[in-house]
Every structure is written in structure tokens, then in C-alpha cells.
């Protein structure tokens, strides 16, 4: 089975559209290590393409006895105007479609400002 993300990059509450950030989406298979599953540069509406994620059967997600239901990824953003960040442990079920909003807050302008990375863990599901 497979699920689906879609990344959106915003600045501030008022979500205004980041164009041109780059978005990686990546996973940890065992045995394999990180394995980068998509490269993308978002558009005008600061959305990535759609990209599809292999994940558990579906079966998985219903009974707490059962291995986890969901695929975790990785999610991280950059671009030159703005701090990066990291979302970590997004979870992505089968058959569903996941909208991650990011929100890049704009670098600060000074000459000595290289910016810095914000990196988050979202908490497991308890199904």
C-alpha cells in the first residue's frame, strides 16, 4: 500500500507562500540506513508535487496487537532568505494524503547571520 504527502512552505501566521524553498522527504529503512525518497523545489503557491510513500498494510493501523500502520519520514525545507527546518516522524498512512504545512521564518539580514536549522519530533501515534 502507499500514502501521500504534499509540502507547503509559509512564512509567519499569515501563511504567505514560500516559492523556490527546497524540500526533502526522507525515511530509515533498517538495515538501509536514511533513504531519500524525494528532492523538490516548491512553486509559486509554495506547494511541493505530490509524492508517494510505500507504507504498511493498512490492517497494521487498526489493533493495537499489530506492527505500526504507518510509514515515518522526515521532512526538511531551505532556502536562502529563510532559517531551515526539520520535521522529524511525520506519519504517513496508507491510503491517505498528508499535507505538511512548514513555516520558514525569515533570516534576520545581518551580514554575520547564517541562520540556523529548527529541528522538531512529532510524538507516535498511540492507535
Known amino acids: 500500500m502507499n500514502g501521500f504527502i504534499k509540502v507547503q512552505t509559509v512564512t509567519s501566521r499569515a501563511e504567505i507562500p514560500v516559492s523556490g524553498a527546497t524540500v526533502t522527504i526522507s525515511t530509515v529503512r533498517p538495515g538501509q540506513g ?20 510505500p507504507t504498511p498494510d493498512l490492517a497494521n493501523s487498526l489493533t493495537p496487537d499489530q506492527p505500526q500502520g504507518w510509514t515515518d519520514v522526515q521532512v526538511g525545507a531551505s532556502h536562502p532568505n529563510f532559517d531551515g527546518i526539520v520535521i522529524r516522524d511525520v506519519q504517513i498512512f496508507p491510503g491517505v494524503t498528508t499535507l505538511q504545512e512548514l513555516i520558514l521564518v525569515p533570516r534576520g539580514g545581518m551580514p554575520m547571520d547564517l541562520g540556523e536549522t529548527e529541528d522538531i519530533t512529532l510524538p507516535s501515534q498511540t492507535l
Open 34 to 53: 536514511r533513504i531519500l525518497l524525494s528532492v523538490q523545489r516548491t512553486d509559486e503557491s509554495g506547494m511541493t508535487e505530490l509524492v508517494t510513500i
